[in-house]
Antibody
Framework: QITLKESGPTLVKPTQTLTLTCTFS??????????VGWIRQPPGKALEWLAL???????RYSPSLKSRLTITKDTSKNQVVLTMTNMDPVDTATYYC???????????????WGQGTLVTVSS | QSVLTQPPSVSEAPRQRVTISCSGSSSNIGNNAVNWYQQLPGKAPKLLIY???LLPSGVSDRFSGSKSGTSASLAISGLQSEDEADYYC???????????FGGGTKLTVL
């Protein structure tokens, strides 16, 4: 059974750095074709992809947010961490992590999602 | 403004068929697979269709996907009230070197 769960602060102040952790089980991030991504959704708005880390530690970032994002993995702990610097109220959103699976290359899909965590940016 | 364009909303009566379009370009849909996600109210998204037209295990065969050129479509037949949700298309974009989502389509079952 594959599960993912996001954790981190629910409230951050403007200009602060957000650190979110995705803890997963049921798969290994050292398996070829597997990755973990972050996606966010402002209240009432659409999904927005943020970042993706692959089993081989290759990383991809949303071009519009690349300067503010860092994604890392700890395979032994089954965790992926996303940091976002210089938070702003417009970054208020539900942040999801999801498993990315490339079963037939060159790109994959998010087949398992966490429940999401709402992060509010406010002073 | 999303890279992939979807109608904001569609509606249809129960037991009918509805299609949701997703329009892109040669750098995304035209050259890469399209995936569809269903998001029920207050829930996390769920994979509905992958690699253009494949159904994950457990997904009803009332859902189907197709692609032609730089556009893709999701069809839902035999509409049921529980199909009321937001639907998102997604694809890799070679120019952006990243994933792009559509703006989402809200389905209302009348």
């Amino acid at each position: 059974q594959i599960t993912l769960k996001e954790s981190g602060p629910t409230l951050v102040k403007p200009t602060q750095t957000l650190t979110l952790t995705c803890t997963f089980s049921g798969f290994s991030l050292s398996t070829s074709g597997v990755g973990v991504g972050w996606i966010r959704q402002p209240p009432g708005k659409a999904l927005e992809w943020l970042a993706l880390i692959y089993w081989d530690d290759d990383k991809r970032y949303s071009p519009s947010l690349k300067s503010r994002l860092t994604i890392t993995k700890d395979t032994s702990k089954n965790q992926v961490v996303l940091t976002m610097t210089n938070m702003d109220p417009v970054d208020t959103a539900t942040y999801y992590c999801a498993r990315y699976y490339d079963s037939s290359g060159p790109h994959g899909y998010f087949d398992y999602w966490g429940q999401g965590t709402l992060v509010t940016v406010s002073s | 403004q999303s890279v992939l364009t979807q109608p904001p909303s569609v509606s249809e009566a129960p037991r009918q068929r509805v299609t949701i379009s997703c329009s892109g370009s040669s750098s995304n849909i035209g050259n890469n697979a399209v995936n569809w996600y269903q998001q029920l109210p207050g829930k996390a998204p769920k994979l509905l269709i992958y690699y253009d037209d494949l159904l994950p295990s457990g997904v009803s065969d009332r859902f189907s996907g197709s692609k032609s050129g730089t556009s893709a479509s999701l069809a839902i037949s035999g509409l049921q009230s529980e199909d009321e949700a937001d639907y998102y298309c997604a694809a890799w974009d070679d120019s952006l070197n990243g994933l792009v989502f559509g703006g989402g389509t809200k389905l209302t079952v009348l």
